[in-house]
C-alpha cells in the first residue's frame, strides 16, 4: 500500500503546463535511483472527463531508459506523465502516451457510460519528494495537470529492497541483447495464447516475432540499437479470445478480438497482469505475440503494440510499432471506425505524420522538394511497394477529407515502406533511448 498521506491528497488543479520542448538538463544520479518505479491505477470516466485512481505502487528492476535524455521532447499523446521535483518544481521526467480510454471514449458508449480501465506508467525512482503528475491534452491543445500526486520515494524504496516477495516471475529469454540497457531500446515480447504444451512453439514463435520487429527499416538500419527480451510463460489453454466466433480462453494477458466492435482490433485491458508478467524485465517497449493466425493487432503510442501470428504479421508488427514506438497515426481512410474519429481538424494532429494545413510548416513542410503544390494531387499510378513523390496527399487519419499525408504508400497506410517522414521521427524516437 501507498503511504496514507499520499493518497490523501490528490490536487485537482488545472495548471498550465506549458509545451516548451524541455532540455535535457536533469543529472540522473542526483534525482534518481537506478530502479523503476511502476504505478498501477484506474482511469475511469466517458467523453465528458475522466479521473485517476492511484492503487498500488512497485520497485520493479532496474531503470531501462536513459540517464540523459529523460524529458520527452515531441508534445505527443493525449496523457502525459511529468515528475516534478516538489520543492522547485523543476521537470525531472515527462513522457507522453495514449491507451485505449482515449479510444473508448470515442465510441458511442464512451459518451455517457463511465468504464474504468487498467493503466500503468513506469518511471525512474525518485530519490527526494517529488510530484507524480498525470497531465491531459486539453480541448486548447494544452496539456494540464489533471491529478498531481506527492510522492515520498525514500522510505518507500528501504521497504521494497527489504522485500522478499520481489522475485523475477519468468526469466526472461535473450532473444537479441546488444549491451547497456540504458543505451538501448529494451523491447519485451509478452507471448499470449500459449498453453503448457506450447512451449516450443513459443519460443520459436518469439524468434520470429524478433526478426520481424527488426526485419523493416528503420529498425533493421538500428538493430544494433535495440535488445529483445523474450517472457517464456504461458496461460491456461491455447488460443485468443474471440467473440464473434463464441471463443473463451483463460490466457496470460487476457487479450481479445472484437475490441470496441472491430474483429480486426486484438487488444487486452488487463494492463496488471500485461505488466505482472514482464516483472522485473528491463522495458522501454512492449509487443504483445498473438497465438493466433486470424488476422489482427493494434498498436497505442508507449502502451503496447500487438500482432497475431497470421500470414502478414511481419508487416502488422512494424504497422503497429509505428503507433506504439513512433506515436504515428494512421495514414488510411476509414470513416467507420467507432473508435477512429480523433482528430479535430481545426488543429494540427499531434501526430508527426498527418496534417491538417492549419501549422503545416510544424509538419514536414520544410522536407518538401521545391514546386510540390500543396494539397498534391493524388497520384494512383504509384505503385504500392514504393512511398511516391514526398507532398500533402488529402486521405490520412481515417478521414477522407481534410487531413492529409505525406506520401501516396506507407506502412502506416497500406504497409508499404515506412515513408520519410514516419522514419525520421521513429528515428528520433530511437535516439531517445541509445544516448
Ligand atoms: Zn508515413
Redesign the pocket.
Not at 540517464?67 to 518544481?89: A, H, M, S, Y
Not at 507524480?132 to 486539453?138: P, V
Not at 509478452?190 to 514463435?205: C, H, R
Not at 505482472?276 to 522501454?284: E, F, K, Q, R, V
Given at each position: 500500500m501507498m503511504k496514507k498521506h499520499a493518497i490523501i491528497f490528490f490536487l485537482i488543479c488545472a495548471i498550465f503546463s506549458g509545451e516548451v520542448a524541455q532540455a535535457q538538463n536533469v543529472k540522473f544520479s542526483r534525482y534518481f535511483h537506478n530502479a523503476t518505479l511502476r504505478i498501477d491505477y484506474l482511469r475511469e470516466g466517458n467523453r465528458h472527463g475522466n479521473t485517476i485512481r492511484v492503487l498500488r505502487d512497485q520497485l520493479c528492476g532496474p531503470w531501462a531508459g536513459s540517464l540523459k535524455q529523460l524529458n520527452d521532447p515531441f508534445n505527443n499523446g493525449f496523457f502525459r506523465i511529468v515528475v516534478k521535483d516538489i520543492e522547485t518544481g523543476k521537470r525531472l521526467y515527462s513522457r507522453g502516451y495514449n491507451s485505449l480510454f482515449a479510444e473508448y471514449r470515442d465510441t458511442p458508449e464512451g459518451a455517457d457510460s463511465m468504464v474504468s480501465f487498467e493503466e500503468v506508467v513506469r518511471i525512474p525512482w525518485p530519490k527526494q519528494p517529488v510530484l507524480i503528475c498525470w497531465e491531459e491534452l486539453g480541448e486548447d491543445h494544452h496539456y494540464h495537470t489533471q491529478y498531481a500526486l506527492p510522492y515520498y520515494p525514500e522510505e518507500r524504496y528501504a521497504q521494497m529492497l527489504k522485500r522478499s516477495d520481489l522475485v523475477l516471475y519468468h526469466e526472461p529469454v535473450k532473444l537479441q541483447y546488444k549491451g547497456n540497457i540504458h543505451k538501448k531500446i529494451d523491447v519485451v515480447i509478452v507471448p499470449e495464447g500459449y498453453g503448457p504444451a506450447d512451449t516450443t512453439k513459443m519460443l520459436s514463435d518469439m524468434e520470429k516475432f524478433c526478426e520481424f520487429l527488426l526485419g523493416k527499416e528503420p529498425f533493421k538500419e538500428h538493430s544494433d540499437d535495440f535488445n529483445v527480451w523474450g517472457i517464456p510463460a504461458t496461460g491456461e489453454a491455447t488460443g485468443i479470445t474471440n467473440p464473434a466466433e463464441g471463443v473463451q480462453v483463460n490466457s496470460l494477458v487476457g487479450a481479445s478480438y472484437g475490441t470496441f466492435g472491430a474483429d480486426r482490433y486484438l487488444m487486452t485491458q488487463m494492463l496488471f497482469k500485461l505488466h505482472d508478467a514482464i516483472g522485473l524485465t528491463p522495458c522501454d517497449h512492449i509487443i504483445i505475440m498473438a497465438n493466433s493466425d486470424t488476422y489482427g493487432g493494434g498498436g497505442i503510442y508507449n502502451f503496447y503494440a500487438m500482432s497475431s501470428l497470421n500470414s502478414i504479421a511481419d508487416r502488422i508488427l512494424p504497422h503497429e510499432l509505428g503507433h506504439s514506438i513512433g506515436g504515428?497515426a494512421d495514414?488510411y481512410v476509414d470513416e467507420n471506425l467507432s473508435y477512429g474519429d480523433t482528430h479535430v481538424k481545426t488543429f494540427e494532429p499531434m501526430e508527426p505524420?498527418i496534417t491538417s494545413l492549419v501549422e503545416f510548416d510544424k509538419k514536414w513542410q520544410a522536407m518538401l522538394p521545391e514546386g510540390v503544390p500543396i494539397p498534391t494531387p493524388v497520384d494512383t499510378l504509384v505503385n504500392r511497394k514504393e512511398n511516391g513523390p514526398l507532398g500533402v496527399y488529402e486521405g490520412a487519419g481515417y478521414q477522407a477529407k481534410g487531413l492529409y499525408?505525406?506520401?501516396m504508400h506507407?506502412?502506416?497506410?497500406d504497409y508499404a515502406p515506412?515513408?520519410p517522414?514516419?522514419s525520421k521521427r521513429l528515428e528520433e524516437v530511437f535516439s531517445l533511448y541509445t544516448k
Amino acid at each position: 500500500m501507498m503511504k496514507k498521506h499520499a493518497i490523501i491528497f490528490f490536487l485537482i488543479c488545472a495548471i498550465f503546463s506549458g509545451e516548451v520542448a524541455q532540455a535535457q538538463n536533469v543529472k540522473f544520479s542526483r534525482y534518481f535511483h537506478n530502479a523503476t518505479l511502476r504505478i498501477d491505477y484506474l482511469r475511469e470516466g466517458n467523453r465528458h472527463g475522466n479521473t485517476i485512481r492511484v492503487l498500488r505502487d512497485q520497485l520493479c528492476g532496474p531503470w531501462a531508459g536513459s540517464l540523459k535524455q529523460l524529458n520527452d521532447p515531441f508534445n505527443n499523446g493525449f496523457f502525459r506523465i511529468v515528475v516534478k521535483d516538489i520543492e522547485t518544481g523543476k521537470r525531472l521526467y515527462s513522457r507522453g502516451y495514449n491507451s485505449l480510454f482515449a479510444e473508448y471514449r470515442d465510441t458511442p458508449e464512451g459518451a455517457d457510460s463511465m468504464v474504468s480501465f487498467e493503466e500503468v506508467v513506469r518511471i525512474p525512482w525518485p530519490k527526494q519528494p517529488v510530484l507524480i503528475c498525470w497531465e491531459e491534452l486539453g480541448e486548447d491543445h494544452h496539456y494540464h495537470t489533471q491529478y498531481a500526486l506527492p510522492y515520498y520515494p525514500e522510505e518507500r524504496y528501504a521497504q521494497m529492497l527489504k522485500r522478499s516477495d520481489l522475485v523475477l516471475y519468468h526469466e526472461p529469454v535473450k532473444l537479441q541483447y546488444k549491451g547497456n540497457i540504458h543505451k538501448k531500446i529494451d523491447v519485451v515480447i509478452v507471448p499470449e495464447g500459449y498453453g503448457p504444451a506450447d512451449t516450443t512453439k513459443m519460443l520459436s514463435d518469439m524468434e520470429k516475432f524478433c526478426e520481424f520487429l527488426l526485419g523493416k527499416e528503420p529498425f533493421k538500419e538500428h538493430s544494433d540499437d535495440f535488445n529483445v527480451w523474450g517472457i517464456p510463460a504461458t496461460g491456461e489453454a491455447t488460443g485468443i479470445t474471440n467473440p464473434a466466433e463464441g471463443v473463451q480462453v483463460n490466457s496470460l494477458v487476457g487479450a481479445s478480438y472484437g475490441t470496441f466492435g472491430a474483429d480486426r482490433y486484438l487488444m487486452t485491458q488487463m494492463l496488471f497482469k500485461l505488466h505482472d508478467a514482464i516483472g522485473l524485465t528491463p522495458c522501454d517497449h512492449i509487443i504483445i505475440m498473438a497465438n493466433s493466425d486470424t488476422y489482427g493487432g493494434g498498436g497505442i503510442y508507449n502502451f503496447y503494440a500487438m500482432s497475431s501470428l497470421n500470414s502478414i504479421a511481419d508487416r502488422i508488427l512494424p504497422h503497429e510499432l509505428g503507433h506504439s514506438i513512433g506515436g504515428l497515426a494512421d495514414e488510411y481512410v476509414d470513416e467507420n471506425l467507432s473508435y477512429g474519429d480523433t482528430h479535430v481538424k481545426t488543429f494540427e494532429p499531434m501526430e508527426p505524420n498527418i496534417t491538417s494545413l492549419v501549422e503545416f510548416d510544424k509538419k514536414w513542410q520544410a522536407m518538401l522538394p521545391e514546386g510540390v503544390p500543396i494539397p498534391t494531387p493524388v497520384d494512383t499510378l504509384v505503385n504500392r511497394k514504393e512511398n511516391g513523390p514526398l507532398g500533402v496527399y488529402e486521405g490520412a487519419g481515417y478521414q477522407a477529407k481534410g487531413l492529409y499525408r505525406p506520401v501516396m504508400h506507407c506502412m502506416m497506410r497500406d504497409y508499404a515502406p515506412f515513408c520519410p517522414v514516419c522514419s525520421k521521427r521513429l528515428e528520433e524516437v530511437f535516439s531517445l533511448y541509445t544516448k
